[in-house]
T-cell receptor
Framework: AQSVTQPDIHITVSEGASLELRCNYS??????LFWYVQSPGQGLQLLLK??????LVQGIKGFEAEFKRSQSSFNLRKPSVHWSDAAEYFC????????????FGAGTILRVKS | EAQVTQNPRYLITVTGKKLTVTCSQN?????MSWYRQDPGLGLRQIYY???????DKGDVPEGYKVSRKEKRNFPLILESPSPNQTSLYFC??????????????FGPGTRLTVT
């Protein structure tokens, strides 16, 4: 069955430091990949997506992610974190093999210390 | 403004008292879905609908019902809520258009507490 793993439940980084959030998936077919962010008390906002083409994708708020098929990974990065980036981040995967369903990882809570 | 709306945003209820959470989208999307979010589990799909009068179970459908009588609305019904249905619920929609089918738009969420 399809699955998405976000190995880090919590991550704490200093403001201005770089960030990498990990996401690994298990899918039989070509996946469609997403990162969403959920600020405290808010809904889900799409940060970026990968359908095909260039494996390095740019998103909003200065985030980027790289699709590595050989590693089944889609890690999210940001070169310099701001205090406002503190939130929960979800990786999600879809595939035509499984209809329109998105499967979500358990989430990574990002704390930013000043 | 393109959006998915949910009501109510917060609800506290008692075990066994039927409730409905409404979801509406103004983007003319065919696909709509309900998720529940629980700590450490991410979002899990409850039910989904590919179009009017077409609904199907997701991964965690037990204790829930849905209906799709109009394209824009997709209410979630809890006939007899139990405490294990205390959760944060999200409605989402997307067009049925190739890859864009997977780019789902989410509502603001409904926090439900069942005592």
């Amino acid at each position: 069955a399809q699955s998405v793993t976000q190995p880090d439940i919590h991550i704490t980084v200093s403001e201005g430091a770089s960030l990498e959030l990990r996401c690994n998936y298990s899918y039989g077919a070509t996946p469609y990949l997403f990162w969403y962010v959920q600020s405290p008390g808010q809904g889900l906002q799409l940060l970026l997506k990968y359908f095909s083409g260039d494996t390095l994708v740019q998103g909003i708020k200065g985030f980027e992610a790289e699709f590595k098929r050989s590693q089944s990974s889609f890690n999210l990065r940001k070169p310099s974190v701001h205090w406002s980036d503190a939130a929960e981040y979800f990786c999600a995967v879809g595939s035509m093999e499984y209809g329109n369903k998105l499967v979500f990882g358990a989430g990574t809570i990002l704390r930013v210390k000043s | 403004e393109a959006q998915v709306t949910q009501n109510p945003r917060y609800l506290i209820t008692v075990t066994g008292k039927k409730l409905t959470v409404t979801c509406s989208q103004n983007m003319n999307h065919e696909y709509m879905s309900w998720y529940r979010q629980d700590p450490g589990l991410g979002l899990r799909q409850i039910y989904y609908s590919m179009n009017v009068e077409v609904t199907d179970k997701g991964d965690v459908p037990e204790g829930y019902k849905v209906s799709r009588k109009e394209k824009r609305n997709f209410p979630l019904i809890l006939e007899s809520p139990s405490p294990n249905q205390t959760s944060l619920y999200f409605c989402a929609s997307s067009p049925l258009l190739g890859e864009l089918s997977y780019e789902q738009y989410f509502g603001p969420g409904t926090r439900l507490t069942v005592t």
